[in-house]
């Protein structure tokens, strides 16, 4: 599941994978009046695939 929070300046995404792993990932605007929300949300949860995969190559090494 994905979830977001948003401040003045920050969006955060919550990625919860099926066994209740946690990923959590950011995106910041300099301008807040110029910020655009939904673009926030796309960079934040890039942001958490990307840590997630990271995770994911790490243990995808002990397999092989």
Request: glycine share 10%; with cysteine.
């Amino acid at each position: 599941s994905v979830r977001f929070e948003h401040g003045s300046q920050t969006t955060v995404c919550y990625l919860t994978t099926r066994s209740g792993f946690e990923i959590i990932g950011v995106s910041g605007t300099i301008d807040p009046i110029n910020g655009n929300l939904q673009k926030g949300r796309e960079l934040a949860e890039a942001n958490a695939r990307q840590i997630l995969w990271g995770h994911l190559a790490f243990v995808k090494q002990f397999l092989w």
